[in-house]
């Protein structure tokens, strides 16, 4: 148990639609990442918030966006959902942000769009 | 920009028998490398870390990595596989003061009893 939580773990879904998935970093960590994993992409880095401010963008859509709260748990907005849009959606935490430490991955959530 | 490549996509090996699996990187400095193993349904679990220093790294569940600069490979090794092995497993480079990694597209190992 890495001590990072997200929920849910599974999500079933319509094209068209949004959702959000939530994530609670290990005690102590102020830095939030989130992935997308999906068989033909492989593991791909969304975005990282640092205590609040996002500090690092990757591949997100303009369709998804993520915030995180003072309590540092994160949520991960996805809307107009896409078929192409199912896939493990992680959250990682570590304590820092600039300089680089290893992160602690949640249990994903697996999105399903029908 | 850094990369990462892991060229085995599957790797097959008998139970009992030394396992490597590859990993290459491309970064201008010194990076900071890791493992990670993801056994299904489940999330990544770091399996070591390099940073600077020895470059021979030990982790967890038995596994070690060696960091050579010259070749800019950080390749894992276990001289022994336990059936418990089988699972996805990730190199990953992360470049100081960017605040993200990379991951490379994964190396799946079957153990064979």
């Known amino acids: 148990d890495s001590g990072v939580t997200q929920t849910p773990k599974h999500l079933i879904t319509a094209t068209g639609q949004r959702v959000t998935l939530r994530c609670s970093p290990r005690?102590?960590?102020?830095?939030v990442y989130w992935y997308q994993q999906s068989l033909d992409q492989g593991l791909q880095f969304l975005i990282q918030?640092?205590?609040?401010?996002?500090?690092a963008k990757g591949n997100i859509l303009e369709r998804f966006s993520a915030q995180q709260f003072p309590d540092l748990h994160s949520e991960l907005n996805l809307s107009s959902l896409e078929l192409g849009d199912s896939a493990l959606y992680f959250c990682a935490s570590s304590p820092r942000d600039t300089e680089f430490y290893e992160q602690y991955f949640g249990p994903g959530t697996r999105l399903t769009v029908t | 920009a850094q990369s990462v490549t892991q060229p085995d996509i599957h790797i097959t090996v008998s139970e009992g028998a030394s396992l490597e699996l590859r990993c290459n990187y491309s970064?201008?400095?010194?990076?900071?490398l890791f493992w990670y193993v993801q056994s299904p349904g489940q999330g990544l679990q770091l399996l070591l870390k390099y940073f600077s220093g020895d470059t021979l790294v030990q982790g967890i569940k038995g596994f070690e990595a060696e960091f050579k600069r010259s070749q800019s490979s950080f390749n894992l090794r276990k001289p022994s596989v336990h059936w418990s092995d089988a699972a996805e497993y990730f190199c990953?480079?992360?470049?100081?003061?960017?605040?993200?990694?990379?991951f490379g597209d994964g190396t799946t190992l079957t153990v064979k009893p």
């Open positions: 005690s102590g960590d102020l830095s």
């Open positions: 990953a480079v992360g470049a100081p003061n960017a605040g993200k990694s990379t």
């Open positions: 918030y640092y205590n609040g401010e996002e500090r």
């Open positions: 970064y201008g400095a010194t990076p900071y």
